[in-house]
């Protein structure tokens, strides 16, 4: 599975062939019950079985 980078990512920053979700690998900081501490991506962040997970936004338009 991929783990790119956790913080600050913006923009186009996976590869179309990218199958999700992405497992992030968070930062030495990171904890889960300080919402301050989690990535600042855009997409969805879920927290699953002390994994973090990255979902794309739903493009607009999309059924």
């Known amino acids: 599975m991929a783990?790119?980078?956790p913080h600050d990512i913006d923009g186009d920053w996976?590869?179309?062939?990218?199958?999700?979700p992405v497992?992030?690998?968070p930062s030495?900081?990171?904890?889960?019950?300080?919402?301050?501490?989690?990535?600042?991506?855009?997409?969805r962040l879920e927290g699953v079985e002390g994994?973090?997970?990255y979902?794309?936004?739903?493009a607009s338009g999309r059924r």
């Open 3 to 5: 783990r790119p980078a």
């Open 14 to 20: 996976l590869p179309g062939t990218t199958r999700y």
């Open 23 to 25: 497992e992030l690998v």
């Open 28 to 43: 030495g900081g990171f904890d889960p019950a300080r919402v301050e501490t989690w990535p600042r991506i855009d997409g």
């Open 51 to 53: 994994r973090l997970l």
């Open 55 to 58: 979902m794309p936004r739903a």
